[in-house]
């Protein structure tokens, strides 16, 4: 069955500095894979989309890639801020064109001014 | 307003008792999600639904049942509430437009089986 792996452990990082959230994943090929962010108390909210066909994508100061030989994606954050605190999902899809995702349970990012 | 609406927000209920949660959107997606999120275990796909006449099983539905009622409202009702049922829950949807469109989530029902 499909598996994905993101860090349990909360990552402290202080601001200013890029977080770099990991994303592993086995048993499967996803078409693609998306980031979100979660708040305490609050729904996930979409952040980023990157195709299995793609290294690479940046929006503002985030940037997502995704390694299909080493099944795994990175989302990083630069120049962080304390409200950039928050749990991070990455979500792999499955199902074909049914858009079905398969969400990881998430790494706590602390940023600290 | 919120473009996806999730009542109630918070529920507490006994074991046995049927219990229905809501969800609506004004976005004008086709496709609606259910899924419930527990510590450790992330989220978890129970229903979900590509139009008002397809409803679709997802890895938990044991236990659930969905209705769609229109194109903007998708309910989900626990039949017989058990303890283990006790969790966060979250309505999502999507548009169709193109693979890999992002999910929009409401704000969550947490509920509670005594």
């Known amino acids: 069955s499909q598996k994905i792996e993101q860090n349990s452990e909360a990552l402290n990082i202080q601001e200013g500095k890029t977080a770099t959230l990991t994303c592993n994943y086995t048993?499967?090929?996803?078409?693609?894979l998306q980031w979100y962010r979660q708040d305490p108390g609050r729904g996930p909210v979409f952040l980023l989309l990157?195709?299995?066909?793609?290294k690479e994508k940046r929006k503002e100061r985030l940037k997502v890639t995704f390694d299909t030989t080493l099944k795994q994606s990175l989302f990083h954050i630069t120049a962080s801020q304390p409200a950039d605190s928050a749990t991070y999902l990455c979500?792999?899809?499955?199902?074909?064109?049914?858009?079905?995702?398969?969400f990881g349970t998430g790494t706590l990012l602390a940023v600290q001014p | 307003d919120a473009d996806v609406t999730q009542t109630p927000r918070n529920r507490i209920t006994k074991t046995g008792k049927r219990i229905m949660l809501e969800c609506s959107q004004t976005?004008?997606?086709?496709?609606m999600y259910w899924y419930r999120q527990d510590p450790g275990l992330g989220l978890r796909l129970i229903y979900y639904?590509?139009?008002?006449?397809?409803?679709n099983k997802g890895e938990i539905s044991d236990g659930y049942s969905v209705s769609r009622q229109a194109q903007a409202k998708f309910s989900l009702s626990l039949e017989s509430a058990i303890p283990n049922q006790t969790a966060l829950y979250f309505c999502?949807?999507?548009?169709?437009?193109?693979?890999?469109?992002?999910?929009?989530f409401g704000a969550g029902t947490r509920l509670s089986v005594l």
């Open positions: 999502a949807t999507s548009d169709q437009t193109g693979q890999g469109a992002g999910q929009y």
């Open positions: 048993n499967y090929s996803p078409a693609y």
């Open positions: 990157i195709r299995e066909n793609e």
């Open positions: 979500a792999l899809s499955y199902g074909g064109a049914t858009n079905k995702l398969i």
């Open positions: 976005k004008g997606h086709d496709r």
């Open positions: 639904s590509f139009d008002v006449k397809d409803i």
